[in-house]
């Protein structure tokens, strides 16, 4: 992010893939649901797109309780990115939330659900489980010792214990 980049309005959604998506088709990308979602809004003083980080080999090496990271065996991790200026009109702001919404939505239903700790998502329900899957209990823990005053905290910062 440039320094011109400082606080320009965005969202952003991100989704981890526990598997490759067996039903997408491989030779007509624009066909169907996935298609449909990702027709990102255009132009008026923003963009939207999806970014997707491979996971695999050293990944996939440690254990998924070894580190507060538990999505060892993913794939990758997908990111739903949206960004606008101040001077966007609300209605259009608005359809580039709905995209966002949408591909997230669409994508769920072929990837598995997952988040990734480094984007958090204000709209993930189940965000303990999302991030840190069977890991939160003991990061509980760790958090109840180290900080057990709550000096770090966030409204998706783990809890102590």
Partial sequence: ??????GRPRRLRRQVAHRPPADVPRRRPRHGRIAHAAA???GRRGASGLLIDGLGGAVGDRSADATAFPHRTA?????????WTALTDRAHVERRIQWLRAIHAVMQTHLGVGGYTNGMDPALRDWPAAYHGDNYSRLQRVK?????AQFFDFPQAVTPR
């Avoid at 992010?1 to 400082?6: E, P, Q, S, V």
């Avoid at 109840?144 to 057990?148: L, T």
């Fill in 1 to 6: 992010m440039g320094r011109r980049d400082l």
């Fill in 40 to 42: 990102q809004p255009h």
């Fill in 75 to 83: 794939v990758g991790v997908v990111q739903y990115h949206s960004y």
């Fill in 144 to 148: 109840a010792a180290v900080d057990p």
